[in-house]
């Protein structure tokens, strides 16, 4: 059984921040959080973060405002969005991938930023 829970989404203002969380847990199989994305209305899904073993990828549209960390503990990774915009509003999804090679996500969480 795997689990990935996305959570920490909500309404703020323009320059406001947010901390979304992402753990992920499996019985079975190895699983890790590999990275965030998000899909605005009326657009395709898009890359937000992305970690790796060279570093952690941010788009450019959010670097300098979004940062990844983990607990390795809790096997959570977290977004810290900062200096949010409206362009930031859309539904927020955690990728995770198992032992496999397998993909696994979220239910996603809304995040909206109003003027």
């Known amino acids: 059984q795997v689990q990935v829970v996305a959570s920490g989404g909500g309404e703020v203002q323009t320059g406001g921040s947010l901390r979304l969380s992402c753990a992920a847990s499996?019985?079975?199989?190895?699983?890790?959080?590999r990275g965030w994305y998000r899909q605005a209305p009326g657009k395709q899904r898009e890359l937000v973060a992305v970690?790796?073993?060279?570093?952690?990828k941010y788009a450019d549209s959010v670097k300098g405002r979004f940062t990844i960390s983990r607990d390795v503990a809790k096997n959570t990774v977290y977004l810290q969005m900062s200096t949010l915009k409206p362009e930031d509003t859309a539904v927020y999804y955690c990728a995770a991938v198992d032992a496999l090679g397998r993909d696994y996500w979220g239910q996603g969480t809304q995040v909206t930023v109003s003027s």
């Open positions: 499996g019985t079975v199989l190895s699983i890790s959080v």
């Open positions: 970690r790796t073993s060279g570093g952690t």
